[in-house]
């Protein structure tokens, strides 16, 4: 989109929906890497407990 539209518009509502959409596909890779991690210390590094 143009700067100049997003700047003129009277409500801002669409450059309001640019700025959501910029800051979700932001934060969508650090939550993904976060989420494998997370994964991969639960399957192979937690401490197993013995059943006696």
Do not use: H
């Amino acid at each position: 989109m143009c700067r100049a539209v997003l700047e003129s518009e009277e409500g801002q509502s669409t450059a309001e929906g640019v700025n959501d959409g910029i800051m979700y596909l932001m934060a969508v890779p650090y939550i993904l890497v976060g989420g494998i991690g997370i994964i991969i210390y639960w399957k192979f590094f937690r401490k197993k407990t013995e059943i006696n």
